[in-house]
């Protein structure tokens, strides 16, 4: 059985920062890629951000400079900061883990308020 718990979430001022956490466990090693996305309403899913096992990251334009993933791979789990956020950063977000198969989180609630 596989497991995502992802936490972090909540309601933030503009300008505010929030840190998402997603931790694996299970039937789900060798982990390679770990990441981020997110859903808008009425919008399709959407990259935020991905890390390799060695750490090369990958980042959505639009929250470059201002979001950092990170990962911890003796707890197999992965981090988003994000500071400075944007009422346009309000969404669902999925923690993604790529294994032998592509895994996804439930989904945590962002909001930010202007």
């Known amino acids: 059985q596989v497991q995502l718990v992802e936490s972090g979430g909540g309601l933030v001022q503009a300008g505010g920062s929030l840190r998402l956490s997603c931790a694996a466990s299970g039937s789900i090693f060798p982990i390679n890629a770990m990441g981020w996305y997110r859903q808008a309403p009425g919008k399709q899913r959407e990259l935020v951000a991905t890390?390799?096992?060695?750490?090369?990251?990958n980042y959505a334009d639009s929250v470059k400079g201002r979001f950092t993933i990170s990962r911890d791979n003796a707890k197999n789990t992965v981090y988003l900061q994000m500071n400075s956020l944007k009422p346009e950063d309000t969404a669902v977000y999925y923690c993604?883990?790529?294994?032998?198969?592509?895994?996804w989180g439930q989904g945590t609630q962002v909001t930010v308020s202007s």
């Open positions: 890390i390799t096992r060695g750490g090369t990251t």
């Open positions: 993604n883990v790529k294994s032998l198969s592509n895994y």
